[in-house]
C-alpha cells in the first residue's frame, strides 16, 4: 500500500511551511473561512513564500465566499486547490472552473458511520472530497476524530468514485490507525500538529510525517 500524501492546513507561518516542504508534503493549506489561522492575501503570501521551486501545492480553504472572492485570491496567490467548505453546490464548482485553473475539493461530514449524502453530479465534478467530522453544523477544523472503523464501508463507498482526503482529529499517535483503516489518498492535519493555533510544531509534523508513511510497503 503506498502512503498518502501530506497535507499541513492552517499554516500562518513561512517557517512551518518550509517544515512542510522539507518534509515533502504534497499540500500546504492557508484558511481562508474565518478562525485563529485567518490570513489575508499579504500573509498568505510571505507563508507561502518558502515553497516557491517546490512541488508542494497552494491550498485555499474557503467558506461561503462569493466566487468572485474566491478567484481573486486564487489568482493572487496562484493556488493549486480551491478546498470548499461551504457551498460546494455544482453550479458553483463549475463556474470556479471556468475561472480558475485550480483543483476543486469538496468537502463532506461524516457523523458516526454515515457520510453525508453528495449528489453524483458534484462527486464527478471534484477533484477530491475532503471527509471531516460532522461537529455541532461546523463547516471542518474540528479537531475531532470520526469513528474511522464504524465509518470504513461508507468511506470505501465514496473512494471509489472520488479521491478522498481525510481530514479530522489526525495527529502522530492515530494517523497510522486512519492510514491502515481508510486507505486515504490524502491526510490531512492542522491542530493536530500544533503547540498553539496556527503555530505548527516541526517536530510534530515530523512525528506526522514518518507515523503517516509507516505502512508503505
Request: glycine share 10%; net charge neutral.
Amino acid at each position: 500500500m503506498a502512503a498518502p500524501e501530506l497535507k499541513f492546513c492552517g499554516l500562518t507561518r513561512a517557517e512551518d511551511a518550509a517544515v512542510a516542504a522539507e518534509l515533502g508534503a504534497g499540500y500546504a493549506g492557508a484558511i481562508f473561512a474565518g478562525g485563529p489561522r485567518l490570513l489575508d492575501v499579504p500573509r498568505a503570501r510571505a507563508m507561502f513564500a518558502p515553497l516557491e521551486g517546490t512541488p508542494v501545492r497552494r491550498v485555499g480553504v474557503f467558506g461561503a465566499a462569493v466566487v468572485d472572492e474566491i478567484t481573486r485570491i486564487a489568482d493572487a496567490l496562484q493556488l493549486d486547490v480551491l478546498q470548499l467548505h461551504d457551498g460546494g453546490t455544482l453550479d458553483r464548482i463549475l463556474t470556479l472552473r471556468e475561472r480558475s485553473r485550480a483543483a476543486i475539493w469538496t468537502v463532506a461530514r461524516v457523523s458516526g458511520g454515515v457520510v453525508e449524502s453528495m449528489e453524483e453530479a458534484v462527486l464527478a465534478a471534484s477533484d477530491a472530497v475532503v471527509l471531516d467530522t460532522a461537529v455541532g453544523g461546523r463547516s471542518g477544523g474540528t479537531g475531532v476524530a470520526f469513528d474511522w472503523a464504524l465509518a470504513a464501508g461508507a468511506v470505501r463507498s465514496v473512494a471509489a468514485r472520488c479521491a478522498v482526503v481525510l481530514a479530522g482529529g489526525l495527529r502522530p499517535a492515530n494517523v497510522a490507525e486512519a492510514v491502515r483503516l481508510l486507505t486515504p489518498r490524502v491526510v490531512d492535519v492542522s491542530s493536530g500538529v500544533e503547540s498553539a493555533p496556527g503555530i505548527k510544531d516541526p517536530a510534530a509534523m515530523r512525528a506526522f510525517a514518518l507515523a503517516a508513511r509507516s505502512r508503505e510497503v
